[in-house]
């Protein structure tokens, strides 16, 4: 065909070109992840044991890097001449349609980088337009946060409680809240070995900070004999020297928050559940299911076996298990599967990734190894550091304007048009790249 070309319809791509136009710096800083890591560490001295708490990894940080080279070991293969003007990144999650694969994953306790919280968070995600999973160990209640994301896409990631009319209470509120997908963690029934933390005795739970999920929960609240609290916001920035001082000085105020939060944080001391207890979750959550932290092929029939709606292939970002495989590694094998496969392609199974998604590259490999969407942590909190909610987004923005300029360099127009095509796609190299190994 000849004559002029076809002027491209707006897309996330257009956020370069606004960028360029608008000659300003962000208020991130940066669109270089390392950059930004670097700045968020910075802008977070004051506060470095909550920066390390958000950022630190499990022993030596081992799976953390291996997260990354098992990305930096596959390799794009673009191709050349292909009309590619219009793309999209619209894709399909549980019957509900996307404008991207791209979600924000959940991250504990964000109160204690921003005096904001989850509301920014959550409004910047509805803003965009990318779902918004919320965790268990939130700054914010169920509702508080649920009105901040007010006609966004919202899941409930759940650290499952020892109480099964607890549990139910949360379910009901999340449900109730317009949350439509349940996300249960089932990587952290303890938690992992953080040298960071436990050298400065780093654990926001103990001052109640991070259970105000339990203190607005009326079942939770009843067995600790107090009244649900409806909008409690702990204190910014978190001062856990002087919290010490005050339980040592005999405060019962204190006292009651050390109470609470060692209770809320009970799932992750040490009781593990098994597959047959997910019957509970299926008999009460009228939605899909999706369990966080699987990474067998093994793990992944048997939640298939279980009637899980879908898995996240995820290593908890590397901050669980300390000399543990590469997520994309993991997500490799289990899209390999025949047996996943076949439920993927009959709608009856969704495979989402989590751990190591920096850049658009990253969401593309993901795609093409057969992840229907992509869990985003580290890097969004990034942002709240640096600019609240406007810094949530700003990172947003360019993770969605890499990944669609990505796409369309690559040779593709749209999601569907990678999905699981690894051979195509993809090529796996037998070293890693030098700046991989740096």
Known sequence: MTGDPIVPQTTWSQYLVQVYANGETSVIGSY??????????????????????????????STYR?????????RIIPRMLRNVTHRNLDTTLFGVKLPSPIIIAPVGIHGILHEDGELATASAAASVGVPFVMSSASSRSIEAVAKANDDGHRWYQLYWPLHNDVTLSILGRAKAAGFTALMVTVDTFMLGWRPYDLDKAYLPFLAGVGAQVGTSD???MKRMGLAPRVDERPAFPLDLDAFRARLAAGDEEAQTALMLG?????????VFRSWEDLK???????GPIVLKGIQTVEDAHAAIDSRMDGIVVSNHGGRQVDGAIGSFSALEKITASSRVRRAQQQGKFTVLFDSGI????DVIKAIAMGAQGVLVGRPI??????????????????????TEITLGLSGYRSIDEIW???????????????????
């Open 218 to 220: 009326p079942a939770f």
């Open 358 to 361: 920096r850049k658009g590259c």
């Open 420 to 438: 699981g095509k690894r051979e195509a796609i993809l090529e796996k190299a037998d070293t890693l790249p030098r700046c991989a190994k740096l």
């Open 66 to 74: 291996n997260n990354f080279e098992a990305l930096d070991r596959w």
């Open 381 to 402: 909190m990034y942002g709240l550091v640096l600019g609240g909610k406007e810094g949530v987004e700003e990172v947003l923005r360019g993770l969605l304007a890499d």
């Open 262 to 270: 060692r209770a809320w944080v009970e799932p992750t001391s040490g």
């Open 280 to 286: 509970f979750l299926r008999d009460n959550w009228d």
């Open 32 to 61: 270089d992840y390392r950059i930004l890591e670097e700045k968020a560490r910075e802008a977070t001295k004051a506060i470095q044991s909550a920066y390390m708490y958000t950022f630190g990894s499990a022993g030596t940080g």
